[in-house]
């Protein structure tokens, strides 16, 4: 079987900016983790589908906002993260929980605005979702609801995982040189583990996978209504114990976290579109793997390493963190440099891809992607 | 006679066996190798038999784990009733009022300005340059050649790589490896790591 993946939609800008507007401006998105915002005035800072938006937290309550000032356009706030209230640092216009003015200096005196035009000046306000310790984001200004993006069962598993995850986040970004969907169509193959990881990963994990009769699902006519595309979204995020596992090697910090559950397995969730969440150890610790599209060859993986919640504190628990982050950046590392170089020899007139029977998965979502990209239809 | 016994493994214990045996002659250097298991456990049972009425101890181990391993071998050590003494080079210039903490080691060609302080368990390698009024607290590791300027404080368990130079003034917090060779002239928030391998440093925020 053909991929309808033309190699257009790996290069093309313009095909990148139209997935901005109908896919990332629509849906709910990864934002960052709530243990980065612990106390009040504690704010994180983003750019998300090409729109810088600050995360802030007003005494306990969690609210996202444009990160632009009305007055000169400077951001609100600067850096990743930090804690001060929401005030320009150019001309210290200052804003409320509700991203309204709440205080401009000498107002009345060189500004003269009156009331009204005042109250008018609201910063615009993004809709913000809480599942454990995870933030989710929609920039659309007419949400869809996080449960119609979502299937009630991935929620639920996303939320007990991400309820036990600790405070202590470690966290880089690495600058991948490829297209974000080749990520999510390499994560959707678990073909490619004993060959690619055949050195890492597969040594410690197997993932069996399935074939299915593709034949009938190409048959099965697409929905394009909205509610029809956004039902067949909400398939492609799932979660569970995906691989099987070697027999956890007991280290000493093992014994000083709250494990979430007791299933020796590797656990995958995929959160359409950009958003992988892997446990290899069966719930002693997290990687967050965010993949955030530049350009059509540029995507930044962001990554966060997270024990599950500590019993007791101890000192070396960065160096646990960092000891995972190296082990992951190795296999990490090869998929980044066979993504990489797929990107590097696509052009225009490159073959398609041919697709096996166990690639149901991601023939299924192309199907769905090509239909919104080259059609009027939205989610 | 008395006993010098330099206790660990791997090559750290190598150069710091040849260094006390090249400048201690009136003492009996001996090497003794502690075994770690699978889990990356120390097997401490050599030091038993170690009698601290004999001698004293000296605590080789690499960075490893944050310096957090070679500070796991001296508390098993100090348990054990064992003294343990700073190496310090007779080839390296030491200001006479710089403070040297308990098993710490400062290499040859070392240059320590006066009114510095060095904690104890730190390594400092060859050739290292530290200004005047500088702090190197507890459990660092700094490799042959990296600079660090005056008025300069080392959060414990730091870790400065070869090429590492660190600007006048500046703080790095605790657990902070700095292992891109370049001057680092900003105040570096703690558990920072700045490693080669990746493209960005790696953060760690405590979340409370």
New interface residues.
């Given amino acids: 079987m053909r991929s309808r993946m033309h190699p257009k939609y790996y290069l093309s800008q313009e095909i990148f900016e139209r997935e901005q507007q109908k896919i990332f401006r629509k849906v709910w998105l990864f934002a960052g ?1 709530a ?2 915002l ?1 106390k009040n005035h504690s704010f994180i800072t983003r750019k998300i589908a090409g729109i810088p938006v600050v995360i802030q937290n007003f005494n306990g309550e969690l609210r996202a906002f444009e990160n632009i000032c009305l007055h000169r356009s400077a951001p609100l706030q600067q850096g ?2 930090g804690t001060r209230p929401l005030v320009c640092a150019y001309h210290a216009w200052s804003y409320d929980s509700q991203g309204q003015v709440k205080n401009i200096p000498d107002c009345d005196a060189i500004y003269r605005l009156d009331a009204c035009e005042k109250k008018s000046l609201k910063l615009r306000e993004f809709s913000l979702r809480q599942i454990g310790g995870l933030l989710f984001i929609n920039l659309s200004s007419d949400p869809m609801k996080f449960e119609e993006q979502f299937s009630a069962q991935f929620i639920e598993l996303l939320q007990s995982s991400a309820e036990s995850y ?10 991948a040189k490829f297209n974000w969907k080749l990520v999510y169509e390499n994560l959707r193959d678990a073909n490619h583990v004993k060959y690619l990881h055949g050195k890492s990963l597969a040594k410690v994990a197997s993932f069996p996978f399935s074939t299915k009769d593709g034949a009938s699902m190409e048959q099965m006519e697409l929905d394009c209504s909205p509610i029809g595309l956004r039902k067949d979204m909400r398939t492609f995020s799932y979660g569970g114990a995906e691989g099987t596992i070697e027999p956890i ?4 910090w093992l014994d000083k976290v709250e494990r979430w559950g007791d299933t020796d397995a590797y656990f995958n969730w995929l959160s359409y579109p950009n958003l992988h969440i892997a446990s290899g150890n069966g719930g002693y610790s997290f990687t967050i793997e965010h993949h955030v599209p530049v350009s059509p060859g540029e995507t930044d993986v962001e990554i966060f390493f997270i024990a599950a919640r500590k019993k007791v504190s101890y ?2 628990s ?2 646990v ?3 995972q ?2 082990y992951s ?1 190795q296999i990490v590392g090869e998929d980044i440099a066979i993504l990489e170089a797929v990107q590097a020899v696509l052009h225009e007139k490159a073959p398609l891809p041919t697709q096996g029977a166990y690639e149901y998965a991601n023939r299924h979502i192309e199907r769905w992607y090509t239909t919104l990209m080259e059609t009027d239809h939205e989610i | 006679m008395k006993y010098r016994w330099i206790v660990g493994c791997g090559e750290f214990l190598d150069t710091a066996f040849h260094a006390w045996k090249q400048f201690r002659p009136d003492e009996l250097i001996k090497r003794v190798e502690v075994r770690q298991n699978a889990d990356y456990a120390f097997d401490c049972s050599v030091l038993d038999t170690l009698d601290p009425a004999k001698g004293s101890a000296f605590i080789a181990f690499n960075e490893r784990f944050g310096n957090f391993k070679r500070l796991e071998l001296m508390q098993a050590a100090i348990d054990h009733g064992l003294n343990l003494e700073p190496f310090i080079s007779p080839m390296a210039n030491v200001a006479t009022d710089v403070v040297i903490g308990p098993n710490s080691f400062i290499g040859h060609h070392a240059c320590i300005g006066h009114g510095s302080r060095i904690g104890f368990n730190t390594v400092i390698h060859n050739s290292v340059q530290i200004g005047i009024h500088s702090t190197i607290n507890a459990s660092c590791w700094i490799e042959s050649g990296v600079q660090v300027g005056d008025n300069v404080e080392i959060g414990a368990h730091g870790i400065l790589r070869m090429g590492a130079m660190i600007k006048k003034g500046t703080t790095v917090g605790d657990g902070c490896e700095l292992g891109w060779p370049r001057l680092y002239h900003e105040d570096i928030p703690s558990k920072t790591v700045f490693d080669l391998r990746y493209d960005e440093p790696i953060y760690v925020y405590p979340g409370t």
Wanted: glycine share 0%.
């Fill in positions: 983790l243990s980065l612990p990743f993260t600790d405070s202590e986040v470690m966290m880089t970004t690495w600058h090697r007991w280290v000493p000192a070396d960065a160096q963190l960092l000891s982050m190296h950046k």
